[in-house]
T-cell receptor
Framework: GESVGLHLPTLSVQEGDNSIINCAYS??????FIWYKQESGKGPQFIID?????DKRQGQRVTVLLNKTVKHLSLQIAATQPGDSAVYFC?????????????FGDGTTLTVKP | KAGVTQTPRYLIKTRGQQVTLSCSPI?????VSWYQQTPGQGLQFLFE???????NKGNFPGRFSGRQFSNSRSEMNVSTLELGDSALYLC??????????????FGNGTRLTVT
């Protein structure tokens, strides 16, 4: 599908800084969006999700922003820590029963420098 | 509550062989999905099972199949293995449709190497 917005495959930040990871999704009909974190040797781990009737959702140190007009999703991590170093994936799903069939983005590798 | 458990952790097989991978979902989760992860293609959806029925299927050849048992445990099978099947196979469970959209909870995967 068409890609809009800036997606970086890698991101390097200083410990304590804020991180912003961007994702362009492809299906305008998608109504459920999820961010996952994958550490080396492990499966993806759920971070935060957002439904299409919202444009912002906050968790502990993380915020997800959704812009449906340009099909763009972002994950903000406040006060980034070395333990945040991982690959981050956005995922999209359509319909109430289809989150099991999520479509994943390419992933962004976040490196936190001490 | 125990997480998603996948066995075995590593497998080495030869071209032409078949393989069966196993997944035990989180207790109470009735939906199990399988994904293939490779460096080139990323995370690709294989199929999803809910209450022993295949609910969704991805774009993989018929050599890839799966099933789910009455206790929600799931297996996937790949027949006539090809070199390109080398990948990390991830299983994920979720609470299911009755609870609306909910995120996937992944196991740590089975690393399959085909030689």
């Amino acid at each position: 599908g068409e890609s809009v917005g800036l997606h970086l495959p890698t991101l390097s930040v200083q410990e304590g800084d804020n991180s912003i990871i961007n994702c362009a999704y492809s299906n305008s009909a998608s109504d459920y969006f999820i961010w996952y974190k994958q550490e080396s040797g492990k499966g993806p781990q759920f971070i935060i999700d957002i439904r299409s009737n919202m444009d912002k959702r906050q968790g502990q140190r993380v915020t997800v922003l959704l812009n449906k007009t340009v099909k763009h999703l972002s994950l903000q991590i406040a006060a980034t820590q070395p333990g945040d170093s991982a690959v981050y994936f956005c995922a999209e799903a359509k319909g109430n029963t289809n989150a099991g069939k999520s479509t994943f983005g390419d992933g962004t590798t976040l490196t936190v420098k001490p | 509550k125990a997480g998603v458990t996948q066995t075995p952790r590593y497998l080495i097989k030869t071209r032409g062989q078949q393989v069966t991978l196993s997944c035990s979902p989180i207790s109470g989760h009735r939906s199990v999905s399988w994904y293939q992860q490779t460096p080139g293609q990323g995370l690709q959806f294989l199929f999803e099972y809910f209450s022993e029925t295949q609910r969704n299927k991805g774009n993989f050849p018929g050599r890839f199949s799966g099933r789910q048992f009455s206790n929600s445990r799931s297996e996937m099978n790949v027949s006539t293995l090809e070199l390109g099947d080398s990948a990390l196979y991830l299983c994920a469970s979720r609470a299911g449709a009755a609870w609306g959209n909910s995120p996937l909870h992944f196991g740590n995967g089975t690393r399959l190497t085909v030689t």
